[in-house]
C-alpha cells in the first residue's frame, strides 16, 4: 500500500546552520511531491512542491531534492532560524484523478539559538 | 494567514454526540479537502469536494459525511462520537480539481475535537 515518510524523527540545529530533512516514498507512481511546515497550533503550510520530471528545485532558503530511483525526497533549510523550528511533512500525489495527498508523519525540527 | 477560515478552533464534545465543522475555502477556490490528524495516524485524508460534488474518498468512516454548499463553504458532520475520534479536523483548499491541476493546497489552521 501507500506509505509515505519515517517515523516521526527529530533534528535538532544550531541557528545559522543548514537543516536537511529526509523522506522516503513508496509508491513508484507518484510524480509530485510537497513539503508542508506546520507550526504548533497551526495548519499545515505549503513551502515548497517538486514534479518528478524534476530533481531539484529552489525556493527562499529552501531546496528539495527528488531522487526517483531510490523513492527519497529531501528539504534542505539555508542558514536556519529559530522560526523555522517545526514539524515538517512530506506528502506525495499520484496525479491525474487522484486528488490524496498522502502525508508521512513528519520531522520535527528544533533550532537552538 | 491561508485564507482557509474554519470554525470553531476547539470542540469539547461527549461520547455519542454529534458536530459540525465549518470551513470556507479561499476565495477563488473550487476544491476543498478534509484532513484527520491524529498523533497516532498522522495527516490522514477523508473526503474531497469540488464545486459542490463529491470527487474523492478517503479514509473516512460511515459515521462522518461531508457536503459543500452552492457557496463552496463545505461542512464535516462527525456523529456518534467516540473517544478515538479525538484529534484536529483540517480543511484545505485549490482552485482545481486536483491537487497537481488545481495546484497547491493551503490549509486553515484546523478544528481540535475532544470527545470526553
Known amino acids: 500500500g501507500e506509505s509515505v515518510g519515517l517515523h516521526l524523527p527529530t533534528l535538532s540545529v544550531q541557528e545559522g546552520d543548514n537543516s536537511i530533512i529526509n523522506c522516503a516514498y513508496s509508491?513508484?507512481?507518484?510524480?509530485?511531491f510537497i513539503w508542508y511546515k506546520q507550526e504548533s497550533g497551526k495548519g499545515p503550510q505549503f513551502i515548497i512542491d517538486i514534479r518528478s520530471n524534476m530533481d531539484k528545485r529552489q525556493g527562499q532558503r529552501v531546496t528539495v531534492l527528488l531522487n526517483k530511483t531510490v523513492k527519497h525526497l529531501s528539504l534542505q533549510i539555508a542558514a536556519t532560524q529559530p522560526g523555522d523550528s517545526a514539524v515538517y511533512f512530506c506528502a506525495e500525489n499520484s496525479g491525474g484523478s487522484n486528488y490524496k495527498l498522502t502525508f508521512g508523519k513528519g520531522t520535527l525540527l528544533t533550532v537552538n539559538p | 494567514d491561508s485564507g482557509v477560515t474554519q470554525t470553531p478552533k476547539h470542540l469539547i464534545t461527549a461520547t455519542g454526540q454529534r458536530v459540525t465543522l465549518r470551513c470556507s475555502p479561499r476565495?477563488?477556490?473550487?476544491?476543498v479537502y478534509w484532513y484527520q490528524q491524529s498523533l497516532d495516524q498522522g495527516l490522514q485524508f477523508l473526503i474531497q469536494y469540488y464545486n459542490g460534488e463529491e470527487r474523492a474518498k478517503g479514509n473516512i468512516l460511515e459515521r462522518f459525511s461531508a457536503q459543500q454548499f452552492p457557496d463552496l463553504h463545505s461542512e464535516l458532520n462527525l456523529s456518534s462520537l467516540e473517544l478515538g475520534d479525538s484529534a484536529l479536523y483540517f480543511c484545505?483548499?485549490?482552485?482545481?480539481?486536483?491537487?497537481?491541476?488545481?495546484?497547491?493546497?493551503?490549509f486553515g489552521q484546523g478544528t481540535r475535537l475532544t470527545v470526553v
Open positions: 476565495s477563488g477556490d473550487l476544491s
Open positions: 484545505a483548499s485549490s482552485h482545481g480539481q486536483g491537487i497537481q491541476l488545481g495546484g497547491k493546497a493551503f
Open positions: 509508491n513508484s507512481a507518484s510524480d509530485y
